[in-house]
């Protein structure tokens, strides 16, 4: 469905099929990130949620408290943050405190460690346990 957008015609459904809440990224998975996700399309399907009375959830290229304040704009329930936890691990603290945060290269260096850390610990100091948090890490 990478040339046609489907989810509007869907979520009338959705809570006769006993969906509890709904989640919409603004960007097929062929698309990846070769462009911005459409959020005149998720604003678009969260207003008929809304009518259903199916909370929608947003997602897709929130990367600070200004991009997160807009997105709660679209009408959406609220906005998942992906990528940009990542990319930027005190976004949520961004989000919190209404500003952006330019932290030292020290406190990066620090997060960096935590996320090592705890990314060894849940998947393991073995050669495929360290892929794996080498690859979320970068």
């Known amino acids: 469905y990478d040339d046609s957008d489907i989810a509007h015609t869907l979520i009338p459904q959705m809570k006769g099929w006993g969906a509890a809440a709904c989640t919409l990224h603004g960007r097929s998975r062929q698309q990846r990130y070769s462009r911005a996700a459409d959020w005149d399309y998720i604003k ?5 949620a ?9 997602n897709g ?23 940009a936890a990542l990319i930027k691990p005190w976004i949520f603290t961004e989000i919190k405190e209404q500003r952006l945060w330019d932290i030292s290269a020290s406190e990066r260096l620090d997060l960096l460690k935590t996320y090592v850390s705890h990314g060894l610990e849940h998947w393991g100091s073995d050669s495929r ?4 948090t080498r690859r979320f890490l970068l």
């Not at 304040?69 to 998942?80: D, I, K, Y």
């Not at 346990?129 to 794996?132: A, D, F, I, R, S």
Request: glycine share 10%; with cysteine; aromatic share 4%.
């Open 44 to 48: 678009h399907c969260a207003s008929i």
């Open 50 to 58: 809304h009518k259903s009375g199916l909370p929608l959830v947003g």
């Open 61 to 83: 290229d929130v990367f600070s408290p200004m991009e997160w304040n807009s997105r709660l704009e679209a009408s959406v329930t609220t906005a998942m943050i992906g990528r």
């Open 129 to 132: 346990g360290v892929e794996n």
